[in-house]
């Protein structure tokens, strides 16, 4: 593969379904008694969510699921595409404590990372007629935006963008199609926040040397923000980027006229019910939530690629656990639904809540 197909990569494919999240969904069903509510929460099974790679040993699992889905393209003639999340950076996570990674930068984090982003492409090489598209990084180059402030990120900057760097131009060489994790509307688009990670982004895509297969950035990941609010969520105040389309309209621009001309998808599995937040911080198993918008290729917005279900509804933010060692003070406040087990681990009464405020309904 030498270059992209140009225009939007989810067009003319059939997602892959991931077997893992299927496999927590059917579980989930069983342990609900409502007949309504379980019939509700099987649906999920079939609704195309993205696969996290957040350990080195799930590596190999990617192999699995790309040769299961290149029998399933043979099988129907079907072009098929599978969704991936790549999240193992070396201090992950640097402003929280929810979802630290394995690797440090201190203990040999960056030899780590290259040979997890190596397996991933040793996988990858495998399959060349399985189309793939990849989150890169949740939450690494938006902490650099806003939290150099905070030790552990400033500590980690080097290792997030030549991990980026890595990750982007090895994957590019496999003919991946890439999407930058962005943050969301509440976080890099404060009008303040805009132009920084404008610059941040086109910097390392350019210094990369604008690997073609990078089609643009990802937004709202994990987070519950409205594609297009109706009216303003009140946490939004002073915001005129209430939502996820007037950030995007307002970053994309910035963008291209900095060299990087970005498209995006928009995370929308967990953003069905708008209002539930105290402050727009609010990031932890947030109380309420209900499934949101499902996964589309009409976004009414030629800048967004696809609306995408990328944090898998049910999978746990982080623990309530005061005495845990990842225990982070955003998941024991008052809009954080409690008790929760540790980030991404299963979360049952969480789930059936996102299947019961589910919008649209399931
Ligand atoms: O009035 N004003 O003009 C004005 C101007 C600027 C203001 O400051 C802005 O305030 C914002 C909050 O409103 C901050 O945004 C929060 O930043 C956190 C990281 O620090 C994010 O947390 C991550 O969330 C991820 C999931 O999304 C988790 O996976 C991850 O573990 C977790 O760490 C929150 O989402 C995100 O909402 C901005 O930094 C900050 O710059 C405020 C007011
Ligand atoms: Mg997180």
Redesign the pocket.
Known sequence: TTAPDAGNPFNGYTIYLSPYYADEVVAAAAAISDATQKAKALRVKDIPTFIWFDVIAKTPQLGVYLADADAKAKASGEKYLVQIVVYDLPDR?C??A??NGEFSIINNGMNNYRRYIDQLVAEIKKYPDVRIVAVIE??SL??LV??LNVAKCSGAQDAYKQGTTYAIQQLNAVGVYMYLDA??A??LG????LNPAAKLFSDLYKAAGSPQFVRGLAT????YNALNAASPDP?TQ??PNYDEMHYINQLAPQLTSGGFPAHFIVDQGRSGVQGLRQ???D??NVYGAGFGMHPTLNTGSSLIDAIVWIKPGGEC??TSNTSAARY?S?CGIASAHKPAPEAGTWFQAYFENLVKNANPPL
């Open positions: 996570d402003a929280a929810a979802s949740p939450d938006a902490n806003t939290n943050g969301h509440g976080w404060w009008p303040a926040n709202n990941v994990a987070n946490v002073g915001n402050a727009w911080g990031w932890c933010d982080g982070d955003h």
